[in-house]
């Protein structure tokens, strides 16, 4: 369903790709009131633990000699990704949820809804370029074990994170400022990363069976075995990306035109844009799970004792 879009007072920060009702007073109903201190409370509580948990990812790669090779270089570019997403994208959907909460007109804080996606869109696109990025390291790694220190190095990584950071915002100020060109540009920041990411999935884990046949040591059947657990530890954390993101898709693609009432698309587009949010707080829970080094890491720098090796 079409809702009525914005008020004159809002009309200047108004997004041009999403039909949004306009919050009113009227519409905490009870049953709104609860979800909307539901996600309040869920947005409260994860967005801190986002920011310390990926703080100390970045930690632990800084002071562990084991995990700094660029493979986790690349980490630390994603976890500072998140880290923004808890620091500034969390913040500002708890303030429009309470703002919400108290009763307040659109026309009081209508900045901070468009504020809220715009980041949330730029965060997930740049992460959604990281992984691309991971992915062709990881597939380097595999493809090329005897040149990869030559093809990757850290000023290179730096120079795609920052390409990656610049693309993104670069396509979303067009996106509002010339519609064609911000169009090519969002299409490209999209489609070309899951191309990647699907490609060098499926490369990658073909490669890493051919080259079992070819191994005759054991130092190499090692390193072989280290960069497939690096390769399935990536997978599962695009894995968690998707399902995230997926409800959103879906809620805007599929369910949206079946919903005749604001109140109830509200509802349900706060604990979607909740579940995008919540994404940034999994992957050091992935890294932690997969690598011993990171649970050892994590360990020392929280002052925990521990007598297990990592693996």
């Not at 790709?17 to 201190?37: G, H, K, M, Q, Y």
């Not at 633990?49 to 630390?76: E, G, H, M, S």
């Not at 657990?229 to 035109?257: D, E, H, N, Q, W």
Request: proline share 5%.
């Amino acid at each position: 369903m079409n809702f009525s879009s914005h008020s004159p007072n809002c009309s200047q920060f108004a997004s041009s790709d999403v039909s949004v009702p306009e919050w009113r007073p009227n519409f905490l109903t009870r049953e709104v009131s609860v979800a909307l201190i539901s996600v309040t409370i869920v947005n409260l509580l994860v967005s801190p633990l986002t920011i310390f948990l990926n703080v100390l990812v970045i930690l632990a790669v800084k002071t562990t000699p084991q995990l700094r090779d660029k493979y986790n270089v690349l980490l630390t570019f994603l976890a500072g990704t998140d880290i923004m997403t808890g620091a500034l994208g969390q913040p500002l959907f708890i303030a429009e949820l309470i703002y919400r909460l108290t009763g307040s007109p659109a026309s009081e804080f209508c900045i901070i809804p468009v504020a809220t996606r715009g980041l949330t869109r730029a965060f997930g696109l740049i992460s959604l370029q990281h992984l691309a990025l991971i992915s062709i390291e990881r597939y380097i790694s595999i493809k090329f074990p005897f040149k990869y220190h030559d093809i990757v190095t850290k000023r290179r990584l730096i120079v795609c994170d920052v390409l990656a950071w610049s693309l993104v915002f670069t396509a979303l100020f067009f996106r509002y400022k010339i519609a064609f060109f911000g169009y090519f540009l969002l299409a490209f920041v999209i489609y070309l990363p899951m191309f990647i990411l699907i490609f060098c999935r499926i490369a990658s884990y073909h490669e890493a069976r051919e080259r079992i046949g070819n191994i005759t040591t054991q130092s190499a059947w090692a390193k072989l075995l280290k960069q497939k657990k690096a390769l399935k530890t990536t997978s599962f954390v695009i894995g968690i990306v998707f399902l995230f993101y997926v409800p959103m898709t879906l809620f805007r693609a599929v369910f949206v035109p079946f919903i005749s009432s604001p109140e109830t698309f509200l509802a349900l587009e706060s604990l979607m844009l909740t579940l995008l949010l919540c994404n940034s707080v999994c992957n050091p829970v992935i890294y932690c799970a997969r690598s011993g080094h990171y649970r050892q890491a994590f360990r020392k720098l929280l002052h925990i004792a521990s007598n297990v090796q990592p693996l």
